[in-house]
C-alpha cells in the first residue's frame, strides 16, 4: 500500500493535537494546585526571546489546520493575531483545528499535490507545491510548536513526561 499525502500528515496532526490538549489540560491544573494565574501560565517562555506557551498552542492549529486551509487558497501568510488569552480558548482552537481535519476528504488532499502554493510574509514570497509546503514547511513548524508548548511547560514544573508529548498512539487492533 502506498503512503498518500493525507497518511503523512493528518492522522500525526491529529495524534499531536490531541496531544497539546491534554498539555493545556496539564498547565490549568499545575496553575490550580501551585497558585500560579492562568495569564502567567499562558505567558511562560523557554527564553525571553521567544514567544510564550499560547502562542505555541495556537501555531499547532496554524500548522495544521491553518496549513489545510492555506493549501486551498494557495498561499500562506502568517496569523498575527494574537494567541487565544485563556485555557477554554486555546481548546477550543486545537478542538476546532481536530473536528475539521476529522472531516478531511482524504482525496482532497491528495489532489493537492503537484498545486502551486506560496509561504508569504511581508515582502517575502517563497514558492512551494503544495506537498512540499505541508512536508517541508508546515509539519516541521507544526511539531516545532508542539514541542515548544510541551518544553515549556516543563522548565515551568509541570510533571510531564514523554506519553504527554506523544498523546494517543495509533496502535494495531484486532480484526
Known amino acids: 500500500m502506498a503512503l498518500s499525502l493525507y497518511d503523512a ?8 493535537i490531541g496531544a497539546v490538549s491534554g498539555l493545556v489540560d496539564k498547565a490549568e491544573a ?3 494546585e501551585t497558585g500560579r494565574s492562568e495569564a502567567d501560565m499562558l505567558q511562560a517562555k523557554l527564553a525571553e526571546d521567544m514567544l510564550p506557551f499560547a502562542y505555541q498552542v495556537k501555531s499547532v492549529a496554524e500548522h495544521s489546520l491553518g496549513a489545510i486551509e492555506a493549501v486551498r487558497t494557495g498561499n500562506y501568510s502568517p496569523d498575527l493575531a494574537p494567541p487565544p488569552a485563556s485555557y477554554a480558548d486555546l481548546r477550543a482552537k486545537l478542538d476546532k483545528a481536530a473536528s475539521a481535519l476529522v472531516a478531511l476528504d482524504p482525496a482532497e488532499v491528495d489532489g493537492f499535490i503537484g498545486n502551486d502554493m506560496q509561504f508569504s510574509f511581508r515582502e517575502t514570497v517563497i514558492p512551494f507545491t503544495a506537498e512540499n509546503f505541508l512536508l517541508s514547511f508546515s509539519q516541521p513548524n507544526f511539531y516545532f510548536h508542539a ?3 510541551y518544553d515549556v511547560l516543563r522548565a515551568e514544573g509541570v510533571a510531564l513526561g ?3 508529548f506523544l498523546g494517543q498512539l495509533r496502535i494495531k487492533t484486532a480484526g
Not at 9 to 16: K, Y
Open 162 to 164: 514523554k506519553r504527554d
Open 147 to 149: 514541542t515548544t508548548a
Open 9 to 16: 500528515i493528518i492522522p500525526g496532526n491529529l495524534q499531536i
Open 30 to 32: 499545575f496553575g490550580a
